[in-house]
């Protein structure tokens, strides 16, 4: 049960002179749903999203097919101001912003624009429009380039839209770690909020799918089907061979509990705990207590939970074999004999590899199986690996109740992050 001594084994805690952080919306572009309740329903369904790429020609490629999110029209989120100068990651961001604030109720006016933030995670979002930029200016000219698109080459640029379009005045910051860079945006929104500098923050992650991300990751034979065998994407299966890689933007709308309460808002999950690190060993690191060891057991001490607590865990396990095995282990090492009965699934298996996003989009998953008591499966899996031996929900969505979930984030380079979530 949770500890309610503020006396715990890493020292005192204050919890209870803290701010409780709880979600009040979700705003979701992804390959498999537009919204928060078509997203739920395509886990449920256990649907994927891939598709033949048609944003740009894979025809030199091995591999054609990606999380693309299809036919994705931004005016009816945002209107059509300035839409042509908006690149692709700015468009997914801006449009799940749109829905998380409609989704919420959120009123963001005079009043309550200082005290509402923007916290943003990616990584990718600006390589395709530097190279198209700096293509201009290396074949034309400097004098020839479009300064109009010039914004969209820097990494800050999806954040500082969302502030603009919606005219939020308060703190705006990018996070870009990487794999956990929306969970790590989602933990610095939170912190804010319990600091008492806003009351309420958008907080996710974009990432959009470019030909020179995807040309990087074929190149290094990082994606499955890279070798020209059929591409699939199936978490801890001992067929797992690479990455399907994808696209999308989660929002969450973040807010502190008096404010939620205040305004009268619906609560779908609280945030009750987090926990990051870093081990430069990443998934090599097997051996003894990894970054995500540590990560998983600050964000139960936070919460004042203990590993018997935990009911699902929503894992970042990508379909590579080094990460996915690497988590299992670090899961077994945490939770002991419990980590057998805590049923754990990849969504990744349904909306593939979406990097920054991927974290936010996790978290949003974890939401849902709280709020409608139905955990999202691990598609795809059919063979067991004996080095991922754990309960990871196979092909079906699974009916069961659940107070608490973990959504961990972590990377092949040592960045890992774990959130706590708790039904209201």
Same mark, same amino acid.
């Given at each position: ?32 749903? *537009? ?24 025809? !030199? #490629?091995?591999?054609?097919? +990606? ?22 990651? @700015? &468009? ?16 963001? $006016? !005079?009043?309550? @624009?200082?005290?509402?933030?923007? =916290? ?15 293509? @201009? ?26 502030? *603009? ?6 703190? $705006?910051?990018?996070?870009?770690? +990487?794999?956990?860079? =929306? ?6 929104? /939170?912190? #804010? ?18 030909? %020179? ?14 070798? +020209? ?28 509990? %008096? ?6 808002? @619906? ?5 009750? +705990? ?39 865990? =929503?894992?970042? /396990?990508? =379909? ?21 009965? *805590? ?43 004996? !080095? ?8 079906? /969505?699974? &009916? ?25």
């Amino acid at each position: 049960m949770p500890r309610t001594e503020k006396e715990t084994k890493q020292g005192v805690q204050t919890r209870d002179t803290e701010r409780d952080i709880v979600v009040t919306g979700i705003g979701i572009i992804s390959a498999i749903g *537009i919204g928060k309740d078509a997203y739920w329903k395509g886990l449920e369904q256990g649907r994927h999203g891939f598709r033949d790429i048609s944003i740009f020609d894979t025809s !030199e #490629f091995n591999v054609h097919v +990606g999380g693309e999110v299809p036919d994705f029209d931004p005016e009816p989120y945002i209107g059509k101001k300035d839409l042509r100068i908006l690149d692709r990651s @700015t &468009k997914l961001v801006t449009s799940a912003a749109r829905l998380a604030i409609d989704d919420a109720g959120l009123d963001i $006016n !005079e009043e309550s @624009t200082h005290y509402t933030g923007v =916290s943003v995670g990616t990584t990718f979002g600006s390589l395709h429009s530097i190279a198209q930029f700096d293509l @201009t200016g290396l074949t034309e000219g400097p004098r020839f380039v479009n300064p109009s698109l010039f914004p969209n080459t820097v990494i800050n640029s999806p954040a500082s839209q969302v502030s *603009i379009r919606f005219r939020i005045k308060g703190f $705006n910051t990018t996070v870009s770690t +990487g794999f956990c860079a =929306s969970l790590d945006a989602v933990v610095y929104a /939170a912190d #804010f909020i319990r600091l008492r500098r806003v009351e309420a923050v958008l907080a996710g992650g974009v990432e959009e799918l470019c030909e %020179e991300t995807f040309r990087g990751f074929h190149t290094l034979g990082f994606l499955s089907g890279a070798d +020209g065998s059929p591409p699939v994407c199936c978490p801890f299966d001992a067929r797992r061979n690479g990455i399907i890689f994808s696209e999308g933007a989660a929002v969450l709308i973040l807010e502190s509990g %008096e404010h939620a309460l205040r305004r009268g808002a @619906t609560v779908l999950a609280k945030v009750s +705990g987090y926990g990051n690190s870093f081990d430069p060993a990443g998934c090599k690191g097997r051996d003894n207590d990894n970054g995500l060891c540590t990560a998983v057991k600050l964000a139960l001490n936070e919460a004042s939970l203990d590993p018997e607590d935990i009911d699902y865990i =929503s894992a970042s /396990a990508n =379909s590579t074999q080094e990460l996915d095995s690497m988590e299992t282990e670090a899961l077994k090492k945490v939770f002991g004999k419990h980590a057998y009965a *805590i049923p754990v699934s990849s969504i990744k298996s349904m909306v593939g590899e979406t990097f920054s996003a991927s974290g936010a989009l996790s978290l949003s998953a974890a939401v849902g199986a709280i709020s409608n008591g139905l955990l999202p499966p691990t598609i795809n899996y059919s063979e067991k690996d004996p !080095e991922c031996d754990l309960d990871y929900v196979p092909n079906k /969505a699974r &009916k069961k109740s659940i107070r608490t979930a973990l959504v961990i984030s972590s990377d092949p380079y040592g960045n890992s992050t774990a959130v706590v979530l708790e039904r209201p």
